[in-house]
């Protein structure tokens, strides 16, 4: 194995336990009453019916994305990596939201360009791990 595949590996195995590991914490009542509170008006739905249901796709999407870096199959891993970059594209507008109030949303709202950085960086490391 060169060393790249290695870097490769250790980032995947990072990467997958982080996305685990947030997609789970969608399903503890606390944080999921806040990330449904994050979701835009326009996404949540009349009278918010869409936001826990889009806390629950979301964490399970998650869940499986760092399952499927996982995989021993580089096809499984690659379209993981891509559908985890899309996840964090979807979930930016609640991020945003947050960051309009942290004052209600304390840590989990991270100014604006920070957040945005981040997750480029993020979605960069995916790339890497990935390809």
Same mark, same amino acid.
């Given at each position: ?49 869409? *936001?826990? &249901? +889009? =806390? ?7 869940? %499986? @994305?760092?399952?499927? $870096?996982? !995989? ?36 989990? *709202?991270? &100014? +604006? =360009? ?7 960086? %993020? @979605?960069?490391?995916? $790339?890497? !791990?990935?390809?």
């Amino acid at each position: 194995m060169d060393p790249f595949a290695i870097v490769q590996l250790v980032l995947r195995i990072i990467l997958a336990a982080v996305f685990i590991g947030m997609g789970v914490t969608h399903f503890l009542p606390r944080v999921r009453r806040t990330m449904a509170a994050m979701i835009p008006a326009g996404l949540a739905g009349p009278d918010r019916r869409w *936001a826990k &249901p +889009l =806390v629950t796709v979301s964490g399970v999407a998650e869940i %499986l @994305g760092g399952i499927g $870096l996982l !995989a021993p199959w580089w096809g499984v891993r690659f379209a993981a990596g891509l559908a985890l970059i899309a996840l964090l594209v979807a979930v930016f507008p609640a991020n945003a939201e947050a960051a309009k109030d942290p004052k209600r949303f304390g840590a989990v *709202a991270m &100014p +604006l =360009v920070p957040r945005l950085i981040g997750q480029i960086v %993020l @979605g960069a490391l995916l $790339l890497v !791990a990935v390809i």
